[in-house]
């Protein structure tokens, strides 16, 4: 996504968009096998059950009705700079008059914030908790954009870090590493368990109106260690990470938030300059991936948008590179997505595409409604739906995030955002 957005209503903010985790149902988490059943002396062993220990994650999937699964699905923005403000826009949009409320309604699995809920400090924190105390059965993640340089939605509050082009002009993978880990730093004492980062495009079009600058850089293989760096300094701060935006942004000289991008690499050209960053991500242990609202005609010749297309997430990014952990889809307001399909439809397509997270859609409700009674006729399996549920409540699990959120500390935070240590390594980075 790219640093704007200047429409009314929900484009008032700014927007940007993009493993751990299982890929099956009932897969463990991370390391995680079933107990063997205890032995005991019963008289014969025809008696004996053998049923497995459940894993967290499954206790936790058992748990949930349909409602709740699919409602894990969907990641929103939300008005206001407290989990209790009462917002005409919330209302208009979700039927609900707070985010508190907003998240109980649709039994929300995360939201994303922008710089419309930030104010200080420790507003933000007391935000995060409050969303998370409204989380109900599962705790939520809580996202947001911060790529830093021309995507930063928390720089009023947070350490002034150069951009991806920046770093990647300087070779130094060490360094996309230590900023990687202090921004995941800054960003976990706020609240924030997922940025939408790194850029994993490879920018090789200088007409390019929507990457640019956000990319570590031009040369494939520069691109694919410092985005594999970054996304190492992210598991450093124990925050989860996103790879952006697959199958790859960077060849487009139209804007996918007003329209539709046709890339016409060949497999082999894509092999070539877009794969080797989002191989190199999986690589590295990258917790999501984001779609793009991009045709790419030789992956997929249907004229479908990456982001709705079954070849490439799941044939491509799943099957091929071997992916396991979660897809985001980009904002699904975006004119690129809507060409085609009403906003129900766009979600319904999205998870059978392979989406997991189905990110800003354009009518909340619509897209909610649209899925749950696509789960319910079987046209999206309950085997399907639970695959994806399975792989957010994995990556909670993997972040700690699975049955009690963490709380954010004002205090904390205050010494950690634009810490001294954190205004050297910036100073560092930008020489």
């Not at 699995?109 to 599962?138: D, E, H, M, W, Y």
């Not at 996304?231 to 996918?256: L, Y």
């Not at 963490?406 to 910036?426: F, G, I, Q």
Request: hydrophobic share 40%.
């Amino acid at each position: 996504m790219r640093g704007r957005i200047g429409t009314a209503g929900l484009l008032v903010i700014a927007l940007a968009a993009c493993g751990g985790g299982g890929g099956s149902v009932g897969a463990e988490p991370t390391g995680g096998k079933a107990a063997p059943p205890a032995r005991t002396s019963l008289p014969s062993p025809r008696t004996v059950s053998t049923t497995p220990q459940q894993s967290p994650v499954q206790r936790v999937l058992a748990r949930l009705s349909t409602e709740e699964k699919v409602g894990q699905l969907f990641m929103p923005v939300l008005y206001g700079t407290t989990a209790d403000t009462v917002s005409g826009e919330n209302q208009a949009r979700y039927s609900a008059r707070t985010p508190a409320k907003v998240i109980a309604k649709y039994h929300l699995g995360g939201v994303i914030l922008f710089p419309q809920n930030v104010k200080s400090v420790s507003q933000v924190v007391g935000l995060t908790n409050g969303l998370q105390r409204a989380s109900g059965k599962v705790p939520l993640l809580i996202s947001t954009d911060q790529e830093n340089g021309l995507v930063s939605r928390m720089s009023a509050l947070m350490t002034d870090f150069p951009g991806a082009g920046e770093i990647g002009a300087t070779g130094d993978t060490g360094l996309s590493r230590e900023v990687a880990r202090a921004t995941g730093e800054e960003l976990r004492a706020l609240g924030v368990n997922l940025d939408f980062a790194p850029v994993a495009d490879v920018n090789v079009n200088p007409r390019n109106p929507v990457i640019g600058r956000r990319a570590f850089g031009d040369d494939p293989k520069r691109v694919a260690k410092m985005v594999a760096a970054a996304v190492k300094g992210f598991g450093d701060a124990k925050i989860a990470a996103t790879a952006k935006h697959f199958p790859g942004h960077g060849d487009t000289n139209v804007d996918s938030h007003t329209g539709l991008p046709v890339i016409k690499h060949t497999k082999a050209e894509w092999e070539r300059i877009d794969a080797p960053p989002f191989r190199a991500a999986i690589d590295a242990g990258v917790d999501a991936v984001m779609s793009a609202h991009i045709v790419f005609p030789k992956l997929d010749p249907s004229g479908d948008p990456a982001t709705l297309s079954k070849p490439i997430l799941t044939g491509l990014l799943r099957d091929k590179l071997g992916f396991k952990g979660v897809i985001s889809t980009d904002a699904l307001n975006m004119g690129g997505v809507r060409k085609k399909y009403d906003d129900g439809e766009i979600a319904v397509r999205a998870v059978l595409a392979g989406a997991d997270i189905l990110l800003m859609p354009n009518n909340l409700p619509r897209a909610y409604r649209a899925v749950l009674a696509a789960v319910k006729s079987g046209r999206i399996s309950a085997e399907r739906l639970d695959q994806s549920v399975t792989r957010l409540l994995t990556l909670k699990h993997n972040r700690g995030l699975l049955t009690e959120a963490p709380v954010a500390s004002a205090r904390r935070a205050a010494d950690v955002l634009r810490s001294p240590e954190h205004r050297r390594l910036a100073a560092r980075a930008g020489d």
